[in-house]
């Protein structure tokens, strides 16, 4: 059998997925348009599954995927390169985690916030690891999508979250303030796979390298 690869559902998929064919890998049908989540590739014995972002790294940490595909920030909360290898930056889904607060919000205008800042955002772990770095008291409030309410209805002071163009923040009367990390998709490979898989598992990598553009990389153990 060949390699299973965990690709993540939603806008970089039609990015990701013309670069998966050209090393060869093209699933049976659509996944953009299928209801399934399982795609038998038409050569090679490939294997593509498609889910959410924040689910990728659990399949490769535990060897269910050999390789995935997903966002810095997904990799960042999950607490880093320690589960797998994360091996290649394919330069798309650029984005940046930023915090954010209300314009008129006194955080935004320079003020100083009395007590804990309260953050409110889905990346509860970066959120507090960049905090406690600034040596700043937080207290974090955990949500899973729509942070940019959160200010708006006093459940937060500011928002960590992901800006793209900027509309969502802007469309809530919302500015970003501090970034904490530029953001892409990346490559990430199952550490056991990395030794028993090698040859296809690099030569997957390759092809990759080559469609991303970037000459980055080669095995990092
Ligand atoms: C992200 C993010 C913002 C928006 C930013 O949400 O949470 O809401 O995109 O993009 P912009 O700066 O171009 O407006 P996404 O649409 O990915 O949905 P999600 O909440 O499910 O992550």
Redo the contacts with the bound molecule.
């Keep these: 059998m060949g390699l299973t690869i965990a690709l993540n559902r939603?806008?970089i998929l039609s990015e990701v997925l013309p670069m998966m064919q050209q090393a060869g890998i093209e699933p049976s049908e659509d996944p953009e348009s299928s209801r399934k989540l399982i795609f038998e590739s038409r050569t090679g014995g490939h294997r593509l599954v498609v889910m959410r972002g924040s689910d990728v790294p659990t399949y490769v940490e535990y060897g269910a995927a050999d390789v995935g595909v997903t966002g810095k920030d997904t990799i960042m909360e999950y607490g880093g390169g320690a589960h797998f290898y994360e091996q290649l930056d394919l330069g798309i889904g650029r984005?940046r985690l930023m915090t954010a607060a209300p314009a008129d919000s006194a955080l935004a205008q320079g003020r100083d916030v009395r007590g804990p800042l309260r953050v409110a955002t889905?990346f509860v772990n970066v959120a507090r690891r960049y905090f406690e770095a600034e040596g700043r008291q937080v207290t974090l409030i955990p949500l899973s999508?729509?942070?940019?309410i959160a200010p708006l209805m006093n459940l937060a002071d500011c928002i960590v979250?992901?800006?793209?163009?900027?509309?969502?923040?802007?469309?809530n009367g919302l500015v970003a303030l501090e970034t904490i990390a530029d953001i892409s998709s990346r490559v990430i490979v199952n550490r056991a796979s990395m030794r028993t898989r090698f040859g296809e598992v690099q030569s997957l990598l390759s092809v990759l390298r080559d469609a991303a553009g970037n000459d980055e990389g080669g095995w990092r153990g």
């Design positions: 939603g806008r984005c889905k999508g729509a942070m940019e979250d992901i800006v793209d163009t900027g509309n969502t923040l802007k469309a």
